[in-house]
C-alpha cells in the first residue's frame, strides 16, 4: 500500500462518518464530527509475517465494553520488531473472519484506551499480511451505543505502535 492509497482510504472513511447512512456516529456527533485523527504512514508497520498455529488452549472468552462476552478461537501467533523491540501478538478466529485486537503503549494518550483493531489476511504458507497503518478504533470509541470485545491481556503490549488511527478528539466525542 501506498501513502497516497492510505490517504484514499482515510478520506473516504472520514466521509462515511461525516454522511454516510452506515455512520457509527449518532446525527448529533456527524453534525460536528471533523475528522479523524491518524499518525503518519509507517511502512515499516506494513508486513508479511510467519505465524505458528495455536495448538492448546485455544478457545478464548473476551468480556465486551457493555460486559458480555464472546468467544474467540486463538489461531495463531507471530512476532514482529517495533524499535528494535519484539512483539507477540495473537490472531483470532471469529464467524467474522481474521480478528487481532491489540493494546499499546501510548493507550489512553494517544490510542484508544481499550485497544484498537485489525483483521489480517491470510496468505499461503503460513503467512499473513498484517498493516498497522489501517488500524481503527472500535466502535464503542465514538459512543456508548455499541458493544466491542476489550483487547484480552496477551495483546495488550509495552511498546508504541504508531500507526493507524489515534484517540478520537472534537467537539463531537462523547465524554471527551
Not at 144 to 149: A, T, V, Y
Not at 169 to 176: F, I, P, R, S, T
Request: charge should be negative; charged fraction near 25%; proline fraction near 7%.
Amino acid at each position: 500500500m501506498t501513502e497516497s492509497e492510505l490517504a484514499a482510504l482515510r478520506r473516504q472513511k472520514d466521509a462515511m462518518f461525516k454522511q454516510g447512512y452506515d455512520s457509527p456516529l449518532t446525527e448529533e456527533q456527524q453534525e460536528t464530527f471533523d475528522g479523524l485523527r491518524y499518525y503518519p504512514f509507517d511502512p515499516s508497520l506494513e508486513m508479511t509475517v510467519q505465524v505458528e498455529p495455536v495448538e492448546t488452549d485455544r478457545q478464548i472468552t473476551i468480556q465486551t465494553t457493555t460486559g458480555d462476552t464472546r468467544t474467540y478461537t486463538r489461531y495463531a501467533r507471530f512476532t514482529f520488531a517495533v524499535d528494535g523491540q519484539p512483539v507477540t501478538l495473537t490472531i483470532y478466529d471469529s464467524p467474522h473472519g481474521y480478528f487481532l485486537p491489540f493494546v499499546d503503549a501510548n493507550a489512553g494518550s494517544e490510542t484508544y484506551p481499550a485497544g484498537r483493531y485489525l483483521e489480517p489476511e491470510e496468505l499461503a504458507n503460513g503467512r499473513f499480511y498484517v498493516n498497522f497503518n489501517l488500524a481503527y478504533n472500535p466502535l464503542c470509541a465514538y459512543n456508548d451505543g455499541w458493544n466491542c470485545p476489550i483487547t484480552p491481556a496477551e495483546n495488550r503490549v509495552s511498546v508504541a505502535i504508531r500507526a493507524g488511527e489515534m484517540n478520537p478528539v472534537g467537539e463531537w466525542v462523547e465524554d471527551e
